[in-house]
């Protein structure tokens, strides 16, 4: 624990199941990382030029929505810059055992059509960029 911080005492019962929940969480994502090519993932670029468009605002969506939506096998990243500003924000979606597809200049509502169409209904749908292989693999 860092110095100058102290631990707030669990108050109620309720806190304690709420803090029994957020550990269940993080261990939850702590064991998805350790199987990752078997989940679909999705990276939200956030460089400074990606969080000044939204990409903070997209990650949240999409991680808001797949709580409402109850998609176990989906996690959520956060990734460096794209390097590709005139596209962002801009996610990168991996479905299991398919290459990465990138998405640009996605809003609320394309990531509601990512998720609904193309993830859920294997739907091929408007906006995914087609780049040569001039874009750094490692960033995607």
């Known amino acids: 624990m860092k110095e100058g911080k102290t631990m707030e005492r669990i108050q109620s019962k309720e806190a304690l199941l709420k ?3 957020t550990f269940k969480e993080n261990l939850r994502v702590r ?6 090519e078997k ?3 999705i990276k939200v ?3 400074s030029s990606g969080y000044k468009s939204g990409a903070k605002e997209i990650l949240n969506h999409f991680y808001e929505r797949a709580k409402e ?4 096998d989906l996690v959520v990243l956060q990734a460096d810059s794209s390097g590709l500003i ?3 924000p801009m996610i ?20 509601d059509e990512i998720i609904d169409e193309y993830i859920l209904k294997g739907k091929q749908i408007d906006g995914i960029l087609s780049l040569t292989s001039s874009v750094a693999p490692d960033r995607l």
């Open 19 to 21: 803090l029994r929940d």
């Open 31 to 36: 064991e998805q990382g350790e199987q990752i």
């Open 39 to 41: 989940l679909i993932t």
């Open 45 to 47: 670029f956030m460089g």
């Open 69 to 72: 939506r109850k998609i176990e």
């Open 86 to 88: 005139a596209f962002e």
């Open 92 to 111: 990168g979606v991996t479905l299991p055992g398919k290459k990465t597809v990138l998405f640009g200049k996605v809003d609320l509502k394309k990531a």
